[in-house]
């Protein structure tokens, strides 16, 4: 079981970036899906999940409304889209990978809940 994060780098402010989480050796639509950012500095946070809210989406409330997440079940990727970013969006973003969860509380935002992670990709923003 592998995860990969990829798509950072070097980003303006303003800009977008789509960052993608590739599998192998398991089937992604099986698992909820998530992402974490850790800054330079800083403690790891979370930033959204899939299959993990009733099943559905999930997002910091931080950055609600400037990510998306969403999954293509063909090519077994996940994707992160962040809109107008800031320096404050510099970190390494990894994705991790664990039991779905149907309920509808915000336990998939929980970084303990994943037992698999990627290597992370570095995400800086900066004119």
């Known amino acids: 079981v592998q995860l990969q994060a990829s798509g950072g780098g070097l980003v303006q402010p303003g800009g977008s970036l789509r960052l993608s989480c590739a599998a192998s050796g398991f089937n992604l639509d099986d698992y909820g899906i998530a992402w974490f950012r850790q800054a330079p500095g800083k403690e790891r946070e979370a930033v959204a999940c899939i299959k993990c809210r009733g099943g559905g989406a999930d997002y910091a409330d931080p950055l609600k409304g400037r990510v998306t997440v969403s999954r293509d079940n063909v090519k077994n990727n996940v994707y992160l889209q962040i809109h107008s970013m800031t320096p404050e969006d510099t970190a390494v973003y990894f994705c991790?990978?664990?039991?779905?969860?149907?309920?509808?509380?915000?336990?998939?935002?929980?970084?303990?809940?994943?037992?698999?992670w990627g290597q992370g990709t570095l995400v800086t923003v900066s004119s």
């Open positions: 991790a990978a664990g039991p779905p969860n149907y309920f509808t509380d915000s336990a998939g935002l929980r970084p303990d809940r994943y037992g698999y």
